[in-house]
């Protein structure tokens, strides 16, 4: 299967415990960089070098750009190799950086025998794997690469956890337990791979053991060994994890100080040492918290399937009543005026380690174990708001709530709701995925929701905000907006889930944007002799010479306009796939992407 039949390319690999973890990672990189060399190519030039070569000042803030990352790098692969003897993490930030060395290599090493005369360089690489941290490092920099527009407003992605009962085959009660995910981004950045890594990692370069998490699925991109889309499902013996991260807006300018890439770990390795050492929930956000660069600004919630084995016996929880909260400060530190604060919500309910939720901003983490709340609710939903009090006000949030009203509500915003109403309906894969998709463009542009009509220039920051509807349905597509019209918006969903008391984990994903489908015979009506007389019955008796030809003339005619009728109210909703050559966006740069994004869902086959 490839990009062209699913939406999504495959790669599966795997390396040999019996071989040090610097070559492990190092000959992964080699056989990614190798194996996908063409991909990685067209990905940056459709992402990257589309966006550098617009005008020579974008080039300029381009290069400044990568000189960062390309800094931070140095800086961090050799704090690490001194420290990856010992500390765990280190090791693990080091092997990160091991890895796109060698997806280098091998990038070089494809394009060589490809014959073809195509440019590489490793800072493009560094740009692919910091991709969801460019907008906080743009802003320390004063630069401009990203859309301003599309910054103002809450990010489009979200994530959906449900449990619901269900029977097994054999019709014995269970429960399962469901964690959804839709990425957004532009439509350009949709050359997609769903990757598998089953790297046999130690938990340092001198330690026997192997880590907890060997076997690393995500959702992901040519050249970047990190999601992106922030969607993970992590493996081990007696270990099962899944992660999903929503991107939040910081609209406080003052925040931008705390955001340093060589005085902090960026994002990227911090996530890759989370997914490697974590044994649980909370130690995986505890890792996250280690050194934060301020960078790619997330809600994650991680989610523990064995957890969700052990609470349910089928048998009923005991009533809790409101478990006392305490949330307290475990560290805060100054570094070269890099502050960090992590604030750790304890909970010592029932459910325990099933669910965390971490939100992490420049200069704040703040995390706690939500489990009890959501076997209560049934159901969890981010959506680019801050949970937590001190997040919203720090980022201001709150002001923008002020400000532009309910579209910045946490508990009140569009999406809110759709999840607050919607979730008792999301009990299967197919509802979730219609909940997830959900794109209602008759409800979203109805003058209830929008107030842009006297905008004079539609594509004023303050115009985008207040069209509140459709940038904020969980489907949201930007290439089909009433006003500032963007291919950009929801790009993907996935779905993993699992039951209880069974090992394996079903995985789902649909790639591109949501659209919706009529059925061919959803307006055939068939000619009879029972349909014809209680329809008709007037048309005729005004016309009583009518020979047995023009009655059914007569009758057709009637139908197909009654069809039309019944499709056009049908079509309000309509959404059709999204089309290049159809688009108004032809022109932008989207080398070897499928043109017609219809795909269907996909549940890949690994071959391990």
Not at 215 to 231: A, L, N, R
Not at 344 to 358: C, F, I, Q, T
Not at 395 to 415: A, C, L, V, W
């Amino acid at each position: 299967m490839d990009i062209d039949t699913t939406g999504w390319s495959l790669l599966e690999i795997e390396t040999d415990p019996s071989y040090s973890d610097e070559h492990q990672a190092y000959a992964a990189g080699i056989v990614e960089g190798a194996l996908t060399w063409s991909l990685i190519h067209t990905h940056i030039e459709n992402t990257i070098t589309s966006k550098c070569e617009e005008d020579p000042s974008t080039m300029k803030e381009c290069n400044k750009f990568k000189d960062a990352l390309d800094k931070s790098v140095d800086i961090w692969k050799a704090h690490a190799a001194e420290r990856s003897g010992e500390d765990p993490f280190w090791h693990h930030v080091s092997l990160h950086y091991t890895q796109i060395s060698g997806i280098f290599t091998g990038w070089k090493h494809g394009v060589d025998r490809s014959m073809k005369e195509y440019e590489t360089d490793i800072s493009d690489l560094y740009w692919l794997n910091s991709v969801s941290e460019a907008i906080e490092i743009q802003r320390k920099m004063n630069i401009t690469l990203e859309d301003e527009g599309l910054e103002a407003i809450p990010h489009l992605s979200s994530a959906f956890l449900r449990v619901v009962d269900d029977k097994k085959n054999d019709g014995t009660p269970t429960k399962k337990l469901y964690v959804s995910q839709n990425a957004a981004g532009s439509y350009s950045s949709m050359t997609r791979i769903l990757k598998k890594y089953k790297l046999n990692y130690h938990k340092t370069a001198k330690d026997a053991d192997l880590v907890p998490g060997t076997s690393v699925h995500f959702s992901g991109y040519p050249g970047s060994i990190t999601s992106q889309d922030e969607f993970y499902i992590v493996k081990g013996e007696e270990h099962r994890l899944a992660v999903t991260g929503t991107a939040l807006r910081n609209y406080n300018a003052k925040l931008w100080k705390e955001v340093n890439i060589t005085e902090q770990v960026p994002l990227g390795p911090r996530v890759s040492a989370a997914n490697h050492l974590a044994t649980n929930v909370s130690t995986w956000g505890h890792i996250l918290a280690t050194s934060n660069s301020g960078t790619a600004s997330k809600q994650w919630l991680i989610v523990d399937f064995n957890r969700f084995d052990h609470l349910h016996a089928l048998a009923p929880r005991p009533v809790v009543t409101k478990p006392v909260h305490n949330e307290v400060v475990t560290e805060s530190t100054v570094d070269k005026d890099v502050r960090h604060i992590v604030v750790y919500r304890n909970n010592n309910g029932h459910s325990k380690g099933l669910l965390a939720l971490v939100e992490q901003v420049p200069g704040r983490t703040h995390s706690a174990d939500l489990s009890d709340a959501f076997l209560e609710q049934g159901y969890w939903a981010t959506y680019g708001l801050p949970f937590f009090k001190d997040i919203a006000e720090i980022t201001h949030i709150d002001k923008m709530q002020e400000q532009y009203g309910n579209i910045f509500s946490e508990t009140e915003s569009p999406r809110a709701m759709l999840f607050k109403q919607g979730h008792e309906n999301a009990t299967t894969l197919d509802s979730i995925i219609s909940l997830m998709r959900q794109n209602n463009m008759t409800e979203a542009n109805s003058t209830d929701h929008n107030d842009t009509d006297d905008c004079e220039d539609v594509n004023d920051v303050d115009c985008i905000l207040r069209e509140q509807g459709y940038w904020s349905v969980v489907g949201v597509r930007g290439d089909i907006t009433r006003h500032y019209s963007e291919p950009y918006g929801v790009i993907d969903t996935k779905v993993v889930s699992g039951a209880l008391n069974e090992t394996n984990l079903d995985f789902f994903a649909i790639s591109g944007p949501p659209y919706t489908e009529i059925q061919p015979n959803a307006t055939k009506t068939l000619i009879n002799k029972g349909n014809i007389a209680p329809i008709y019955t007037e048309l005729i008796n005004n016309k009583s010479n009518m020979s047995g030809i023009e009655i059914r003339d007569l009758v057709i005619h009637e139908q197909e306009k009654a069809a039309e009728d019944k499709l056009e109210l049908l079509n309000k909703d309509l959404i059709k796939p999204f089309d290049w050559s159809e688009s108004e966006f032809k022109n932008d740069t989207h080398n070897g992407l499928p043109d017609r994004w219809a795909f269907s869902l996909y549940s890949p086959k690994w071959s391990w």
